[in-house]
């Protein structure tokens, strides 16, 4: 006692590299159209 | 005599007001998006189907947002509720049900789909639970040249769980 050390095998790690792929669809061309309009029209 | 724009204020918004603008709604769908706020989202992408029913970028929004917001079985349903549409939710209905670990009702899902990257990627998890180590690790091999981040991780895991160790070093090389 004590007890020597030593390597005990564990289970491999796995990620889950699917979930990235869970992606949102581009919302660009259903948004407002672009903040530069409103600018503008102060200027105008 | 025109009035002035100052002598009539805008009358304040009533209880039965128009619901704000599509665009608008998506532009704050958009925000939650960027900010993680899931929940939100969900609100957002319903707000949108209350007025326009069937519209398959806000269905599309509410399924991943559920998914991200660890709301697995809504997102299956919201899934089944929409299967009218032209969308092909396939791979989050597999990825939902591996999830759920129903893995072979997860391949099912999977095999009307084209093989792309996340397919073979889900593929392979699901192969992983299921013991199947040596058609795991096929897939990574094919996916080596993909660029998927972390890959390695998963195709070491499948090579040590398969009782092949000693390849692990070449696979790395």
């Given amino acids: 006692f004590p007890p020597t050390f030593e390597a005990v095998p564990r289970n491999p790690i796995v990620l889950d590299l699917a979930y990235n792929c869970v992606e949102f669809p581009s919302l660009e061309s259903r948004m407002k159209k672009d903040k530069k309009g409103f600018i503008s029209r102060l200027w105008r | ?173």
């Fill in chain 2, 1 to 173: 005599m025109a009035p002035k724009p100052k002598d009539k204020p805008k009358p304040s918004p009533s209880p039965s007001q128009p619901p704000p603008p599509i665009e608008d709604l998506f532009t704050s769908l958009n925000k939650h998006i960027q900010r993680s706020e899931y929940k939100q989202a969900v609100k957002v992408a319903d707000q949108v189907l209350g007025i326009a029913p069937g519209d398959e970028d806000a269905i599309r929004c509410k399924v991943v947002a559920l998914i991200k917001g660890d709301s697995i079985e809504d997102a299956l349903t919201t899934i089944q509720s929409a299967r009218n549409l032209p969308t092909d939710f396939s791979f989050f209905k597999a990825y939902c049900l591996y999830r759920q670990n129903k893995l072979d009702e997860a391949l099912d899902s999977l095999k009307s789909k084209e093989r792309s990257t996340p397919t073979m990627l889900l593929e392979s998890q699901i192969l992983y639970r299921q013991g199947k180590m040596d058609a795991c690790a096929d897939i990574y091999q094919k996916l080596q040249k993909s660029n998927v981040e972390s890959l390695e991780i998963n195709a070491v895991a499948s090579l040590v769980a398969g009782g092949r160790a000693s390849e692990v070093q070449g696979t790395l090389d």
